[in-house]
């Protein structure tokens, strides 16, 4: 067996954080794609700055009064 | 005596006047139920003996001068992941098999409260994600315009009676798209209302901030008056909503003229949509347009920014709501709404939390983008259902739909069907409008409906007695 990667380290140390163990491979196969897509950054709306609040719906609602 | 088929507003009338009675309508939807459902797998579980117990005692209310409503007497389904005291919610998964509800969600009291009848339960995805499975305790519902076909789902069961006449209305929630997408598929009318406006007290959650309840029915006009009786008062306050009344949303009869529509064209041109689709949908907005709406094209950001932070809020959340199930017992869930939860594990706060803030600014954009517009529109599925039981199309096809910017949003959204597509399946049409402008969107969807001028009737229904549409 190969030395694991940073990669491959990220992905056990994720699901053991989350404390999922013993899963089937092909479990792990799924969320070893899911994880893959991760690593790409979220696309950004055009404009968005970074030090925008997180979402509370009512407030911004309000804001359309 | 007209059968299950009737809409919600003839039966009122023909309750009201105690033409029909209310064990009549119950007895109705119960011998469909019974004729149909071993094809269509819409109900988990019938609740006979209390609903015919509920009818009569309608009926015995309506006899001694009391009138509760629209709904009072009317029969309907809920998903099973709503709350019924003493029944079991089991959100179509081994995990609930089990789990009594000890109240009633808050839906089911205000529906109870309306007089309308509740008839069973019905089956959804696990846990109102994933999609279609057949390693569950029960299997998926069949769409009735082709039982080979996906349904759409989540909350496939409550579609499928709706469409296959069973009852008049059913409640379905809605996370990404989980009533409009079924309503899409099966013809019928599926509305997301403003975020918060119905409580959500009693629903088994899949996230706390993009989860919606939303009724299904077969018109939009029945629409209105279930939604109306499911509103919070401060939500139905700032609507302008009569929730007593025939019309209880005053813009809603006020027709097509006039009325000022933003096409979303570019969730469905940028995303490779089947030619059915982007032809019905394009069809569609021309027909408002040759009846009186001003149409332009209206600019959001691209779908996949939407898509994307609506996916990483989703599954950040509902793997919170599921770890400690997920950690002991994975083996009991269905292998799609398994992986599905679990992949939540994956998602950092820093990236939950930038979702969040994504999320601010698209909310933001839109209430810009919508000064001088009543309603935008756009397509709700990007594909044709797939087979039920083809696991690779209904991996691929998943995230295939313009439905979840309206999650992310907030704001209200309904699909109404437009046309049926080359292979005989129904295709449904999205409107939207801002926070709280849920009578804009009834308006834009009843004139719409009158537009098209024609009824989506699957052919399970044929051997049912046919009832009028539109009235």
């Known amino acids: 067996m190969g030395a694991l990667g940073d990669d491959d380290l990220a992905f056990a140390s994720a699901l053991a954080a ?10 792990l196969a799924f969320l070893r794609r899911a994880h893959e897509r991760l690593q790409r950054p979220l696309p950004l709306p055009t404009g968005f700055v970074v030090t925008t609040q997180p979402a509370c719906l009512p407030a911004l609602f309000s804001e359309d009064r | 005596m007209e059968g299950a088929e009737i809409s919600i507003r003839r039966a009122a009338t023909l309750l009201r006047d105690r033409q029909v009675s209310s064990v009549e309508l119950v007895h109705a939807a119960l011998s469909e139920i019974e004729r149909l459902d071993d094809q269509l797998n819409a109900f988990l579980c019938v609740y006979r003996d209390h609903a015919l117990a509920a009818a009569e005692r309608c009926d015995l209310e309506i006899d001694r001068g009391v009138w509760r409503g629209p709904l009072h007497g009317i029969p ?19 995990i609930c098999i089990d789990n009594i509800a000890r109240r009633d969600a808050a839906v089911i009291t205000r529906l109870r409260e309306a007089g309308a009848v509740l008839v069973g339960k019905t089956a959804l995805h696990e846990f109102a994600t994933g999609g279609p499975s057949f390693d569950l305790p029960w299997p998926p519902a069949r769409n009735p315009w082709n039982p080979t076909m996906h349904p759409g789902g989540s909350s496939s069961g409550s579609a499928v009676a709706v469409a296959a006449g069973l009852v008049p209305f059913a409640l379905g929630t809605d996370t990404a798209g989980s009533v409009r997408h079924p309503a899409s598929v099966c013809g019928v009318v599926g509305m997301k209302p403003t975020f918060g406006a119905i409580s959500v007290e009693g629903c088994f959650p899949l996230s706390f901030s993009l989860d919606h309840v939303g009724p299904l029915t077969r018109d939009a006009r029945d629409n209105a008056l279930v939604l109306a009786s499911l509103l919070e008062p401060e939500a139905a306050r700032r609507m302008q909503c009569r929730p007593e009344c025939a019309e209880p949303f005053a813009d809603s009869e006020a027709g097509l003229s006039g009325l000022r529509v933003g096409y979303v ?38 779908l996949r920014v939407f898509t994307e932070c609506g996916r990483t809020i989703l599954q950040a959340e509902s793997f919170a709501i599921h770890a400690e199930t997920l950690r002991e017992r994975h083996a ?3 292998t799609r709404g398994r992986r599905r939860l679990m992949s939540g594990a994956l998602i950092s706060a820093e990236r939950y939390v930038r979702a969040q803030q994504i999320r601010t600014h698209l909310v933001r954009e839109f209430l810009s983008a919508m000064r001088g517009i009543d309603v935008a529109v756009c397509a709700s599925s990007l594909e044709l259902p797939c087979a039920i039981d083809d696991e690779a199309a209904i991996e691929a096809t998943y995230d295939r739909q313009a439905r979840t910017p309206f999650n992310v949003l907030g704001v209200p959204a309904i699909s109404v069907p437009i046309a049926l597509s080359s292979n005989g399946l129904p295709i449904g049409l ?19 409906e009158t537009a098209v001028g024609r009824a989506f ?3 399970v229904r044929s051997s049912v007695r046919t009832m009028e549409w539109t009235s």
């Open chain 1, 18 to 27: 989350a404390g999922l163990h013993d899963l089937d491979p092909a479990d």
């Open chain 2, 76 to 94: 309907y389904a809920a998903k099973d992941l709503i709350d019924v005291a003493g029944e079991r919610t089991t959100c179509h998964s081994r």
């Open chain 2, 265 to 302: 064209d570019a969730f469905h041109r940028a995303s490779d949509v089947n030619t059915d689709i982007a032809a019905a949908t394009d069809a569609a907005v021309e027909l408002l347009r040759s009846h009186g709406a001003k149409v332009k094209t209206l600019e959001l950001s691209p």
């Open chain 2, 332 to 334: 009991d869930y269905g």
């Open chain 2, 430 to 448: 999205q409107i939207a409008a801002k926070p709280y402008a849920e009578s804009l969107v009834y308006r834009a969807a009843v004139g719409l």
């Open chain 2, 457 to 459: 009737r699957p052919s």
